[in-house]
């Protein structure tokens, strides 16, 4: 008999803010994604090739063809907060001249950054990203008497934009850097990144876990006098993390237009209708086990997925051939050859 036994983990930790596209229909527990997360992409890939009827059915034992094989799955989910976070902001200046131009950028940085180290955020947390320095031109027009103006492009000045790097380790000061960040002018906060310090602990844990979570299924199927022990078996894994940047969904709330006012004849004005953006994390439906499954901020999520496949020896089956010796007589004697 083949058994074939699979683990899968899944862990989550904070990370950088992008977004997705999704939308609120009339039912406000109607959550749809338009855009599907990395995870369930790659769910789609020659590891995860799983049938909606597997999907539906996670935890069971998969009963392969061949009579001595089975495989296990276990998939595991671990959301885990970020240890560090990085934001990026961006500031564009023009000047007449580039030493202008330098300067006055320059004086704009040096404000924003003597902000924040009132966070407790040391010079060493704080890094300067160059990005380019450019002209700009603008068109004269040059007039003659007996033809068409000419539009000439000249020199007008120059751009500069440079990024500001800030690392700090906790998440809620982020609105005093965006408060300070303001009132310097700087409007453009580009990315906020999440790291973990020990992911080789979050791996170790995962293994863990997804071991001893195969172990259990192995005693259960001993009961049934399966022996797992001794045969021939095979261990896959594979890894992956998930950042908040692909978790991001954004929706329109669900708003009733009235035709009251094109019956009256009166005149009609439209608003903008607004959009709120919301960490939509991977649903726990798709695991087995989840570790930390109650958050409160965005996390980053690591998947760890160990599958186990056992080749059990089929037993063999001995013939044993039965001789009679007959004597002279007419005797009849039954004679035992292995």
């Known amino acids: 008999m083949k058994i074939i036994l699979t683990l899968f983990i899944c862990i989550s930790f904070p990370g950088s803010f992008n977004f997705a596209f999704s939308q609120r229909n009339m039912n406000q527990n109607t959550f749809k994604s338009n855009s599907k997360s990395d995870y369930l992409m790659r769910r789609n890939d020659s590891y995860f090739n799983y049938t909606q009827q597997d999907q539906n059915n996670i935890g069971r034992v998969s009963q392969f063809t061949k009579d001595n094989e089975m495989i296990f799955e276990v998939r595991t989910l671990m959301n885990v907060k970020a ?109 906020i990144d999440f790291f973990v310090d020990n992911t080789e602990g979050v791996y170790d844990t995962l293994r863990e876990r997804s071991v001893n979570y195969i172990n259990k299924e192995l005693k259960t199927f001993e009961k049934l006098n399966i022996n797992f022990k001794d045969e021939f078996h095979v261990v896959k894994e594979h890894t992956q993390t998930i950042y908040p940047d692909s978790q991001y969904s954004d929706y329109e709330s669900f708003v009733s237009q009235s035709v009251d006012a094109i019956k009256k004849n009166s005149g009609v004005s439209t608003i903008r209708k607004p959009i709120t953006v919301a960490y939509d994390q991977i649903p726990y439906s798709e695991f087995h086990i989840v570790i930390n499954p109650e958050i409160l901020e965005p996390v980053i999520q690591y998947v760890y997925t160990m599958q186990v496949k056992y080749i059990l020896d089929k037993p063999e089956s001995k013939s044993k051939k039965e001789y009679i010796l007959v004597s002279p007589n007419g005797d009849m004697k039954r004679l035992e050859i292995e």
């Open 83 to 191: 240890n560090r976070f990085l934001a990026v902001f961006n500031l564009t200046q023009v000047g007449k001249t580039a030493v202008e131009t330098d300067k006055l950028i320059n004086d704009r940085i040096k404000n924003f950054t003597n902000d924040v180290k009132s966070l407790s955020v040391n010079d060493q947390d704080i890094y300067i990203d160059m990005i380019y320095l450019i002209p700009t031109f603008e068109f004269e027009v040059e007039k003659k008497l007996f033809s068409p103006s000419n539009y000439n492009e000249v020199p007008k000045g120059f751009e500069m934009q440079k990024n500001v790097h800030i690392s700090f380790s906790d998440i809620n000061k982020i609105d005093d850097l965006v408060t300070m960040a303001a009132q310097n002018e700087i409007y453009d906060l580009v990315k």
